[in-house]
């Protein structure tokens, strides 16, 4: 308890160290500026989870008492909104050159460029509408003449494309349509293929290449005809071709958010592998450790404090702390006292 309200107090001007210019970009920077979002549950005390999961909780009925028999769920994580916002490099690329392996790739051609200026950070404690409006936040400080351009990179997850929109509006910045993960796309095609060949065969591999060529020179609408098509040709029973037509489905819904064709030919990214990492880094390598329940106190400051060092600003945010804490326990302590008292 008393190590949780040390990294708590520790924790304390996170806020407030991010309402200044940290991590800002150049003012005079072109390049695209990269805002993307995903949610990541942790495993809570029941105290600290939200009303809604906490009361789903209370009406289970376990068969086992040490443990989730098969087909129970737990009703035991708080999802954490994971955001981050960073500047890259354009990079132009074809189609055939993503779908590349890494044995095929040209060594001539210059590696992809890095992410520059990049803060990630994490709240369990908020919610997400406002660590979506943090990140917009900080892309206005880096551009608040909306010069560059702004590229949302995201996962397709209904309910967090909505507060987007809904935050992109409240900023009174013009909205640009998310670019949907392309390896979200790639994993829809493997799920499909096992419908029309053998699971680990080469057809397999070579039917979801040919398919994702298709999609990122823009062709969603025909892959998609096409899947359904072959699953009527081959005469498959509903639940056998279900995940042909989900697959189908899936690539209808996000067509809008996969122009790849036109990103690719502005040099934009289109895979989440930043705010993937900084999943794994901030919550997974240290809050899912196996067997630990978090309370909210403890788990905020953590994902404070990690987020912190993992945006390359924990010595600045070290001064800025201790500054903070001299202020509020000796500066303005001693400025209520008389001067014969202070002495």
Same mark, same amino acid.
């Not at 160290?17 to 991590?23: A, C, D, L, R, T």
């Not at 293929?193 to 999609?215: Q, T």
């Not at 359904?228 to 042909?244: F, G, H, N, V, Y």
């Given at each position: 308890?008393?190590?949780?309200?040390?990294?708590?107090?520790?924790?304390?001007?996170?806020?407030?160290?991010?309402?200044?210019?940290?991590?800002?970009?150049?003012?005079?920077?072109?390049?695209?500026?990269?805002?993307?979002?995903?949610?990541?549950?942790?495993?809570?005390?029941?105290?600290?989870?939200?009303?809604?999961?906490?009361?789903?909780?209370?009406?289970?009925?376990?068969k086992?008492?040490?443990?989730?028999? =098969?087909?129970?769920? !737990?009703?035991?994580? $708080?999802? +954490?909104?994971?955001?981050?916002?960073?500047?890259? /490099?354009?990079?132009? &690329?074809?189609?055939?050159?993503?779908?590349?392996?890494?044995k095929?790739?040209?060594?001539?051609?210059?590696k992809?460029?890095?992410?520059?200026? =990049?803060?990630?950070? !994490?709240?369990?404690? $908020?919610? +997400?509408?406002?660590?979506?409006?943090?990140?917009? /936040?900080?892309?206005? &400080?880096?551009?608040?003449?909306?010069?560059?351009?702004?590229?949302?990179?995201?996962?397709?997850?209904e309910?967090?494309?909505?507060?987007?929109?809904?935050?992109?509006?409240?900023?009174?910045?013009?909205?640009?349509?998310?670019?949907?993960d392309?390896?979200?796309?790639?994993?829809?095609?493997?799920?499909?293929?096992?419908?029309?060949?053998?699971?680990?065969?080469?057809?397999?591999?070579?039917?979801?290449?040919?398919?994702?060529?298709?999609?990122?020179?823009?062709?969603?609408?025909?892959?998609?005809?096409?899947?359904?098509?072959?699953?009527?040709?081959?005469?498959?029973?509903?639940?056998?071709?279900?995940?042909?037509?989900?697959?189908?489905?899936?690539?209808?819904?996000?067509?809008?958010?996969?122009?790849?064709?036109?990103?690719?030919?502005?040099?934009?990214?289109?895979?989440?592998?930043?705010?993937?990492?900084?999943?794994?880094?901030?919550?997974?390598?240290?809050?899912?450790?196996?067997?630990?329940?978090?309370?909210?106190?403890?788990?905020?400051?953590?994902?404070?404090?990690?987020?912190?060092?993992?945006?390359?600003?924990?010595?600045?945010?070290?001064?800025?702390?201790?500054?903070?804490e001299?202020?509020?326990?000796?500066?303005?302590?001693?400025t209520?006292?008389?001067?014969?008292?202070?002495?």
């Amino acid at each position: 308890m008393q190590t949780e309200k040390l990294v708590a107090a520790v924790a304390g001007d996170f806020e407030e160290f991010y309402k200044g210019n940290q991590g800002a970009a150049p003012e005079g920077s072109k390049d695209p500026l990269i805002l993307s979002f995903d949610g990541k549950g942790i495993v809570m005390r029941h105290d600290s989870l939200r009303e809604q999961t906490k009361k789903a909780a209370e009406r289970e009925d376990h068969k086992l008492k040490t443990r989730l028999s =098969k087909g129970e769920k !737990a009703n035991r994580k $708080r999802m +954490a909104t994971v955001a981050t916002v960073y500047d890259v /490099e354009r990079h132009m &690329r074809t189609a055939e050159e993503v779908m590349r392996s890494d044995k095929e790739q040209d060594d001539t051609k210059p590696k992809p460029p890095r992410a520059r200026n =990049k803060r990630v950070w !994490a709240s369990v404690e $908020r919610e +997400a509408e406002a660590v979506i409006s943090e990140a917009i /936040e900080e892309a206005l &400080r880096r551009d608040p003449r909306k010069k560059r351009p702004w590229v949302i990179l995201v996962d397709g997850h209904e309910q967090q494309l909505r507060n987007i929109r809904g935050c992109l509006r409240k900023y009174g910045v013009a909205e640009d349509v998310p670019i949907l993960d392309f390896i979200h796309v790639l994993e829809y095609l493997w799920d499909a293929v096992y419908c029309f060949h053998p699971e680990g065969s080469e057809e397999a591999e070579e039917w979801v290449c040919e398919r994702a060529l298709k999609i990122l020179n823009g062709s969603v609408s025909n892959v998609a005809a096409g899947i359904r098509r072959s699953a009527t040709l081959q005469k498959l029973s509903k639940s056998a071709r279900k995940p042909a037509d989900t697959c189908a489905d899936y690539l209808l819904k996000y067509a809008p958010m996969m122009q790849y064709h036109k990103y690719l030919e502005q040099g934009f990214p289109i895979a989440t592998g930043v705010i993937e990492g900084a999943c794994r880094h901030l919550i997974k390598d240290r809050l899912d450790i196996t067997g630990a329940r978090w309370s909210l106190t403890g788990a905020e400051a953590v994902l404070k404090l990690r987020s912190v060092r993992s945006s390359g600003d924990f010595d600045a945010y070290w001064r800025f702390h201790k500054e903070r804490e001299h202020q509020r326990n000796h500066a303005s302590r001693f400025t209520q006292l008389p001067l014969e008292a202070a002495a």
